[in-house]
């Protein structure tokens, strides 16, 4: 485990920051190139750790790809934001413009390392607004 101020440039730092205070939760970046989580805590200090375990009892999580190295997992106790994965869509799209893709002599591992569902009306393109109306 290891701590840093800052392990990613400062527009990573800015989009994981906004992800983290806009749906109050915790966003971890996985990097499946050398297996490794990478926290920002509350401080803004950036917290590494090889230990890519399963999500923890009692957290609602979501994972999406950000390129074929990494994924965001955005988690927290209790629920999520109602619009997490169009948030977490859009977040990774934002990140996928400053980290590292997958080297060509880096093993193949899935980016969602299994798990997870799926993104759902993100996916299909559905608007929220059609789809928050039809499920109240």
């Given at each position: 485990?290891?701590?840093?101020?800052?392990?990613?440039?400062?527009?990573?730092?800015?989009?994981?920051?906004?992800?983290?205070?806009?749906?109050?939760?915790?966003?971890?970046?996985?990097?499946?190139?050398?297996?490794?989580?990478?926290?920002?805590?509350?401080?803004?200090?950036?917290?590494?750790?090889?230990?890519?375990?399963?999500?923890?009892?009692?957290?609602?999580?979501?994972?999406?790809?950000?390129?074929?190295?990494?994924?965001?997992?955005?988690?927290?106790?209790?629920?999520l934001h109602h619009d997490v994965e169009a948030i977490?869509?859009?977040?990774?799209?934002?990140?996928?413009?400053?980290?590292?893709?997958?080297?060509?002599?880096?093993?193949?591992?899935?980016?969602?390392?299994?798990?997870?569902?799926?993104?759902?009306?993100?996916?299909?393109?559905?608007?929220?607004?059609?789809?928050?109306?039809?499920?109240?």
């Amino acid at each position: 485990m290891r701590f840093g101020d800052r392990i990613f440039g400062e527009r990573v730092q800015e989009i994981v920051e906004a992800l983290g205070a806009t749906l109050d939760a915790t966003i971890d970046l996985i990097d499946w190139g050398d297996r490794r989580h990478h926290f920002v805590t509350r401080n803004g200090r950036w917290l590494s750790t090889r230990d890519v375990g399963n999500d923890v009892a009692g957290t609602c999580a979501v994972r999406v790809a950000i390129n074929d190295r990494w994924t965001l997992r955005i988690f927290r106790k209790g629920r999520l934001h109602h619009d997490v994965e169009a948030i977490a869509t859009w977040g990774a799209r934002l990140l996928g413009d400053h980290l590292p893709r997958k080297e060509s002599r880096e093993p193949s591992l899935p980016p969602t390392h299994g798990g997870g569902g799926t993104s759902g009306s993100a996916e299909l393109g559905i608007p929220l607004a059609w789809l928050r109306k039809t499920q109240n």
